[in-house]
């Protein structure tokens, strides 16, 4: 035998040894067996053949690369979109699972909230990945101990953690990179039918400012509401994320940051991305409703008078904060033994003067001038109730470069004169002139609501002053119930926009705290403009909603210094204010009809019969039976 031939019997023996021994090896070593099904030396560069696309990809444990999908993967397999726009490297993933699970050694704290609240909202999160219809048996069943989990305050932390948090995706993220992708990648969403969509730009996430792409958790939270409050089946739920860029500097720079890392677009362009976005979802989904959540108030007001006439949709922090707080400011006026028509007589404090300070201070307007005759002559002498004091003290006339939305609500200087005021007085100097019988904080600082300025809210008018600590999250309350009971009295009315608990005034007696926050009315708003199959939403609609709201508390409640409804009737507020809303459109003659009730029907429906035709619309969480069909 040759030498070469010999060569080839010993090479060949050696082979079927080392492939023998792998076999043996792999087989007693379950790791190794795994990963020979396509990461094996050999077998490394070799595409994996997938049967699947989108979401079913990123469910999937073996295929999923969450973050680290490039760009062109995304585009094949249906992906654009379904994750946040910054495509990171593997270790870029493991070095932000890692930064997350250091943290987790540190206590996740949020003020004066549950120390164990991320905690809980991981787990929570968990199971809603997992398990829908548990998630929100779960959810509607203690809604009281989780909405301020799922929702504010710890919402803000998580959104301001989202880096971290980021695990399975959740909802879509539209980007200034997808300009011109936007009709078609909405396809990339697997439900043939969304009732509500959830929009934010992450410019303004509560009063947390600018978080860029990690807004979305509040989006998502929202319409967590959006099923346990107003039983929008979850299916047909669409958080989105417009990922314009940030102004965050410090995101800028964080190589975590799952969001672009450019400035925020302005002008023009971000209009024709808002734009580019409106026109895809209502072309997929001619019937859904689009709720804009916390974009800055520069933008809030403009996209609102842009698409408010054509489109279905709503912004929920002026106009659903708007209808809570004259829900509120009247619970307020019943609690001083008042009827509701003296309203007009209230002198109101606004501290903030942004997308939610302006929106109240626009109805509360249009609601007195309707009590005092609907008229022009109305209408001003409303306005004089009002004093505004924002980040540059009161706004006056004088005011230079003053914000359009705010002019209607700029002090005469011959008035505040007479009042010993001026241009950019501060809060503590307007509250000792004004002695308002409300002081309403919308202006995202934590603490405004200072002992001076309580301390001067003493001087009220008032019989029984009220004061709405409206900002979110918990840290950023103008102030706490504690501190306007102590340093105000007992005999206030308090409402705050995140949870807090009543205070415990002695004697068996309680100082109570409302939560005044948008969520009594937003979720009503979109469930009775879906059911009604109004085209849009008008204020008619949003007025209704709020009157709604202001009569469900009893006179024995609001005497009590209840103005607000408990979290656990949310089920039921919510439907009632649905209900609200549909007869309203109906009046209007808005309403379209919803699935099997035509418009005609819908006319013919009784008060009773509309809350019926509600209750019936309404997702519970209940399993389905399952069939299996193979066509
Ligand atoms: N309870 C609820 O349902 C809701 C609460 N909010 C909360 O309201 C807050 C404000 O929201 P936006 O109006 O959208 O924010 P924004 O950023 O548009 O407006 C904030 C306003 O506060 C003013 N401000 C800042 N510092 C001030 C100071 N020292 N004194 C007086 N005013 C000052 C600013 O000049 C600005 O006018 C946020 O914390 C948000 O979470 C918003 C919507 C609903
Ligand atoms: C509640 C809410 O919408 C906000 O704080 O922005
Ligand atoms: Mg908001």
């Avoid at 704290?109 to 829908?132: C, M, T, V, Y």
């Avoid at 809604?143 to 799922?150: L, R």
């Avoid at 995706?169 to 539209?174: D, K, S, T």
């Avoid at 004004?434 to 008018?461: I, M, N, Q, R």
Wanted: proline share 5%; net charge negative.
């Amino acid at each position: 035998m040759s030498n070469f031939s010999n060569q080839i019997r010993a090479s060949s023996a050696l082979i079927k040894r080392l492939k023998h021994h792998r076999r043996s090896s792999l087989s007693s070593n379950p790791v190794l067996l795994m990963q020979s099904r396509s990461y094996t030396t050999n077998e490394c560069h070799r595409p994996a053949i997938v049967q699947k696309r989108s979401l079913d990809i990123l469910h999937d444990p073996w295929f999923n690369k969450g973050t680290a999908f490039s760009m062109t993967e995304r585009d094949r397999l249906d992906l654009r979109g379904l994750l946040p726009p910054n495509v990171m490297t593997p270790e870029q993933q493991i070095e932000r699972y890692m930064v997350d699970l250091k943290r987790l050694e540190v206590q996740a704290r949020d003020g004066p909230s549950d120390p164990n609240a991320l905690a809980k909202w991981r787990i929570l999160n968990r199971l809603h990945d997992r398990n829908e219809v548990m998630y929100y048996k779960v959810l509607i069943k203690n809604i009281e101990e989780y909405a301020p989990i799922v929702y504010t305050p710890t919402v803000g932390l998580v959104c301001q953690n989202y880096s971290g948090l980021f695990r399975r995706p959740r909802g879509m993220y539209f980007s200034a990179e997808d300009r011109g992708e936007m009709m078609s990648m909405v396809y990339n969403w697997p439900a043939d039918q969304v009732d509500m969509i959830v929009v934010t730009d992450g410019s303004r996430i509560l009063g947390l400012g600018d978080l860029g792409v990690q807004g979305i958790g509040i989006a998502i939270g929202k319409l967590d509401l959006y099923v346990a409050a107003a039983g929008i089946n979850p299916q047909r739920v669409l958080p989105v994320m417009i990922d314009v860029g940030t102004n965050n500097e410090k995101l800028l720079e964080d190589p975590m940051y799952l969001g672009l890392q450019e400035n925020r677009l302005d002008g023009d362009e971000y209009v024709a991305v808002i734009d580019e976005f409106m026109e895809a979802v209502f072309t997929r989904w001619p019937n859904v409703i689009v709720q804009f959540e916390d974009f800055q108030s520069k933008w809030a007001f403009k996209l609102l008078q842009r698409y408010r006439n054509t489109y279905r949709m709503f912004n929920d922090d002026v106009q659903g904060t708007a209808g809570v707080a004259i829900a509120g400011l009247l619970g307020a006026v019943r609690a001083q033994g008042r009827p509701m028509i003296d309203f007009p007589k209230q002198k109101i404090v606004v501290a903030g003067a942004g997308s939610a300070g302006i929106g109240v201070l626009n109805s509360a307007r249009k609601t007195m001038a309707r009590m005092l005759g609907n008229n022009e002559y109305a209408f001003d002498s409303a306005q004089r109730q009002f004093w505004v004091v924002d980040a540059k003290g009161l706004i006056t006339e004088e005011r230079e470069n003053i914000d359009p939305d705010a002019l209607p609500f700029a002090r005469k200087v011959n008035e505040i004169n007479r009042q010993e005021l001026r241009e950019g007085a501060s809060l503590v100097e307007v509250v000792q002139k004004v002695k308002p019988d409300v002081l309403l904080g919308l202006s995202a600082v934590g603490g405004l609501f200072s002992k001076e300025v309580l301390e001067a809210l003493k001087g009220s008018t008032s019989t029984r002053p009220a004061i709405f600590a409206m900002s979110n999250p918990t840290n950023n309350a103008e102030c706490t119930p504690e501190e306007a009971y102590s340093s105000v009295g007992e005999n206030i009315i308090f409402a705050s926009g995140s949870p807090f608990q009543d205070v415990d005034l002695g004697n068996g007696r309680i100082g109570h705290c409302n939560q005044g926050n948008n969520m009594y009315l937003f979720p009503g708003i979109g469930l009775g403009t879906l059911l009604s199959g109004s085209r849009i939403i008008t204020d008619g609609m949003l007025q209704a909603a709020a009157e709604c709201l202001a009569a469900y508390m009893t006179e024995e409640e609001v005497l009590k210094g209840v103005i607000f409804p408990s979290i656990s009737s949310i089920r039921d507020i919510t439907k009632e204010v649905a209900a609200a809303v549909v007869k309203e459109a109906i009046k209007e003659d808005l309403a379209e009809g919803y699935r099997g009730m035509d418009a005609r029907e819908l006319r013919k429906l009784s008060q009773e019969e509309i809350e019926e035709f509600v209750k019936n619309n309404m997702w519970n969480p209940d399993y389905p039976t399952l069939v299996y069909r193979n066509d």
